[in-house]
């Protein structure tokens, strides 16, 4: 049996307009509660079919991808047995038709799992965030709709810092530092439920005997349980566990990055470097790890000092410009 997992720090009394870098460029996540309580949205959020019909006064016969399962998956959008596939269905409907189907099964003691996530909101619901602002200063952050009936998703990290705001029900969040990865027992990089890698392990009823390692990870843990009004704030690449409590749940997200636009993911670089350095043999492996060391993650001024700037090139500083050239020839190499 685990241990209770430590609180998340609060941070009371902030509001819309007192989000500072020092809040939004944190390396550690942090709980704001009663951010956003002045919402019109969080007033709508009180029960479950005035927030249904705060919804509808934005909807405009948008579509939305929904997820989909049986009531005895418990909430827990995941893998079937064997990982070769789901244990839900994605399904394109219209966001009334899913507001029908989740006032329909509001009193069904085990109802399908049914599940609405990252949904732009200027797509799905224009005008929802005029009427409900918030203060992010310079950053272009998208803004998403989430929502659903008691739900789960697996731990899973994102690049983009985080900003989540409930509406609509509660949810708890548990995060786990990215120093965790090891003991995290992540699933195919690949083949995922809603596009992240994901843990393998249940956070609820977590399997010791086939999961050894999640007992370290779990002494990392930090948990937060948001009201309609709080918010919480996700740093890129932690992992972070949702769970919603109520028949009804409603969140808005803001993701952005803390690098220019024509940087690409990284994920992209881990793909390719699975491709062409992991089954190296091991001499050949550590030289290209020296490689990465020196070129990337220990790089400096000096390490290309002694190469004229102009000559530097890719070895330079990297603008909109530059990216577009160096993208274009890896993708030439790759598509030989």
């Known amino acids: 049996m685990l241990p209770e997992a ?26 704001l509660r009663g951010l956003v309580a002045d919402w019109p949205a969080v007033h709508a959020g009180a029960t479950h079919q005035s927030a249904d019909a705060y919804l509808r006064r934005f909807y405009r016969d948008a579509t939305v991808v929904a997820m989909l399962g049986r009531g005895d998956i418990d909430g827990r959008f995941f893998y079937n047995d064997d990982l070769s596939g789901f244990n839900f269905q994605s399904l394109r409907a219209r966001i009334d038709q ?20 990252s949904t732009t909101v200027e797509t799905a619901l224009p005008g929802f965030r005029e009427e409900n602002p918030i203060g992010l200063g310079p950053r272009d952050a998208l803004m998403s709709v989430w929502f659903g009936n008691r739900t789960r998703i697996a731990a899973h990290y994102d690049l983009p810092d985080n900003l989540a705001c409930v509406t609509a029900g509660r949810r708890r969040f548990t ?7 090891p003991n995290l027992y992540v699933g195919p990089l690949d083949f995922t439920p809603a596009g992240q890698p994901i843990s393998l392990v249940d956070f609820r009823q977590p399997d010791l005997a086939r999961f ?33 409590l109520e028949s009804f749940n409603m969140l808005i997200n803001y993701w952005w990055r803390q690098s220019p636009d024509y940087m690409d993911t990284p994920t992209n670089a881990l793909m390719l470097s699975l491709m062409t350095i992991r089954d190296l043999p091991p001499a050949q492996r550590q030289a290209w790890k020296d ?14 000092a002694h190469i004229a700037p102009q000559a530097q090139r890719v070895l330079g500083p990297i603008n909109d410009d530059a990216a577009r050239t160096l ?3 890896l993708l030439k190499k790759i598509n030989r």
Not at 227 to 235: C, H, Q, T, V
Not at 292 to 304: G, I, K, P, R, W
């Open 291 to 304: 490689m990465f060391l020196h070129y990337v993650f220990d790089a400096d001024e000096n390490t290309s």
């Open 98 to 117: 899913v507001l029908d189907e989740l006032a329909a099964q509001r009193d069904n003691p085990q109802p399908p799992a049914i599940y609405v996530g």
């Open 327 to 329: 993208r274009a020839q």
């Open 6 to 31: 430590a609180p998340m720090r609060e941070v009371h009394g902030v509001t819309r307009a007192m989000l500072t870098d020092e809040i939004l460029t944190s390396t550690q996540p942090m709980i």
């Open 175 to 181: 995060l786990l530092p990215p120093d965790q990865l």
């Open 212 to 244: 050894p390692r999640f007992a370290e990870a779990w002494r990392h843990a930090q948990v937060a349980e948001l009201a309609p009004g709080d918010a919480i704030f996700i740093p890129s690449m932690w992992w972070h566990h949702v769970e919603a």
